[in-house]
């Protein structure tokens, strides 16, 4: 239904993005990847994808194509639903999250939170050959660091791609005090972390 918007990001946060068009804000849900490469005041191309469950429609919103083509192709897996999508897109950059499918790594994909050993056998039984194909088409570049913010900041974000706020707060003070905090000082560094613990 929609392509893709071209506007004014007028608010970023770790998990959403509007994008103000025509006098209209469109909210859309977003990767950590897909944050890091928008400005809040710029004009910019946000590529989208009209997901609806049980009636209910969400926008997804995505800096590149290769980004919105694989989340459709993960969202064709069933178990496998925007949060999913997202959370495996904010640990991995699109070529990253291909190749890792492509060869089976069951261990890399259960990293990521809300991929359980099932879920993970299914992407890849159910993906193997299409990530082959989408990998070495893929640009995969590099991810972006976001500008420091607070571990509030983190912590908003972990709650959307599901975690409940207390345990989202204690995964990130156990990463803050890690011995490498110094490594995971930014919500996307901090939320990462969190994601692969």
């Known amino acids: 239904m929609y392509d893709h918007l071209v506007g004014e990001v007028v608010e970023k946060h770790p998990s959403r993005v509007v994008v103000r068009c025509g006098g209209v804000g469109y909210e859309c849900r977003v990767s950590l990847t897909t944050v890091a490469e928008l ?3 710029a004009t910019q191309q946000v590529f989208t994808l ?3 469950v049980d009636g209910m429609p969400s926008l997804l919103g995505f800096a590149t194509r290769d980004e919105r083509d694989l989340t459709r192709r993960l969202l064709s897996v069933s178990s496998i639903g925007p949060s999913i999508a997202l959370a495996l897109l904010g640990v991995y ?3 990253e999250l291909a190749a890792t499918i492509s060869r089976g790594d069951v261990p890399a994909l259960r990293r990521v939170k809300g991929i ?3 879920i993970a056998e299914r992407l890849c039984l159910e993906l193997r050959d299409a990530m082959r194909a989408f990998a070495s088409t893929a640009t995969g ?3 972006l660091t976001l500008p420091m913010q607070s571990a509030d900041d983190a912590i908003a974000a972990l709650v959307t791609l599901g975690f409940t706020e207390k345990d989202a707060r204690d995964k990130v003070d156990r990463v803050r ?10 919500t996307e560094s901090l939320v990462k972390a969190v ?3």
């Open 141 to 143: 570049g590099p991810v």
């Open 195 to 197: 994601l692969q613990m």
């Open 39 to 41: 400005t809040v005041g």
């Open 50 to 52: 009209l997901h609806v």
């Open 177 to 186: 005090r890690r011995p490498d905090a110094a490594a995971s000082t930014d």
């Open 93 to 95: 950059t699109p070529g």
């Open 116 to 118: 359980g050993q099932k």
